[in-house]
T-cell receptor, first 112, second 117 residues
Framework: DSGVTQTPKHLITATGQRVTLRCSPR?????VYWYQQSLDQGLQFLIQ???????AKGNILERFSAQQFPDLHSELNLSSLELGDSALYFC???????????FGQGTRLTVV | AQKVTQAQTEISVVEKEDVTLDCVYE???????LFWYKQPPSGELVFLIR??????QNEISGRYSWNFQKSTSSFNFTITASQVVDSAVYFC??????????????FGQGTTLQVKP
């Protein structure tokens, strides 16, 4: 158990809908990262928050947004969903930028 | 641009064989970190090792060993006496500490290792 909790584990939704993925980082970790894993793109960095502030952005679509709350949990919001958004979405946390990131179990999103 | 290449897409071995997973990276930074993660069939990503760019010492942890060579920009992973439980997808990753200092990871495409009994 990495200590990073993601909910839900599975999500099936229709095209055009909006979903929210939730992540609770390990205790004490200020940095939260979101990654997308798909068959064609592999593991791609989406966005990072550090202590409530956006720190870095990757190839995140404009339809996607995220935030980190004062209790350090984070949410990834995906809207106007398309079939191509079906993927495994991982959250990871780390205590510092130099240390290893620990990953949650992922949320498998299926858009039908 | 930073890049990680894992040229071996799939490797199949028989139990007890040794196997080496290759990783080649590209970066202009002088300060960086390299990682290996394991993704078993259950899907989670499990951290295995972190190595910084200033430490070229090889590391051994049980049946696992890692060979970091800056001269060839490689960070290879060897499993000795492989076991069926080693079957997984293995990812090599690079962290851009030198520029931007975010800790975000750039992953290779992964190598699927199948260990047959």
């Amino acid at each position: 158990d990495s200590g990073v909790t993601q909910t839900p584990k599975h999500l099936i939704t229709a095209t055009g809908q909006r979903v929210t993925l939730r992540c609770s980082p390990r205790s004490g970790d200020l940095s939260v990262y979101w990654y997308q894993q798909s068959l064609d793109q592999g593991l791609q960095f989406l966005i990072q928050y550090y202590n409530g502030e956006e720190r870095a952005k990757g190839n995140i679509l404009e339809r996607f947004s995220a935030q980190q709350f004062p209790d350090l949990h984070s949410e990834l919001n995906l809207s106007s969903l398309e079939l191509g958004d079906s993927a495994l979405y991982f959250c990871a946390s780390s205590v510092s930028f130099e240390s290893e990131a620990f990953f949650g179990q992922g949320t498998r999103l299926t858009v039908v | 641009a930073q890049k990680v290449t894992q040229a071996q897409t799939e490797i199949s071995v028989v139990e007890k064989e040794d196997v080496t997973l290759d990783c080649v990276y590209e970066t202009r930074d002088t300060t960086y970190y390299l990682f290996w993660y394991k993704q078993p069939p259950s899907g989670e990503l499990v951290f295995l090792i972190r190595r910084n760019s200033f430490d070229e010492q090889n590391e051994i942890s049980g049946r696992y060993s890692w060979n970091f060579q800056k001269s060839t920009s490689s960070f290879n992973f060897t499993i000795t006496a492989s076991q069926v439980v080693d079957s997984a997808v293995y990812f090599c990753a690079l962290s851009d500490i030198g520029s931007g200092n975010t800790g975000k990871l750039i992953f290779g495409q992964g190598t699927t290792l199948q260990v047959k009994p």
